[in-house]
């Protein structure tokens, strides 16, 4: 789940301006409330600037964790 609290992971983003983090599925971050999401363009509400949507961050890739074979002894 994102930050936030919202399931996804894949969806954090900082902003290309001011560097601000958010979450562009449940569009809460790191301010209070939740950022202005329209058709067009996203509002970071920190700095204030559209096209708010910078580089994906704190994306972890799908951890397939195939080493989770427990020793089976008995
Ligand atoms: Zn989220
Ligand atoms: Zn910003």
Redesign the pocket.
């Known amino acids: ?8 992971t894949d ?2 983003h900082a902003c290309k301006w001011c560097g601000t983090r958010f ?6 971050g790191d301010f209070n409330g939740e950022m202005k999401v329209t058709k067009d363009a996203t509002i970071c509400r920190k700095c204030k600037q559209t096209g708010c949507v910078g580089p994906r961050v704190e994306y972890f890739p799908s951890k397939n964790n195939t080493n989770n074979k427990k020793p089976s002894k008995k």
């Open positions: 789940m994102c930050r936030w609290g919202c399931p996804t969806t954090t979450c562009l599925e449940c569009h809460r």
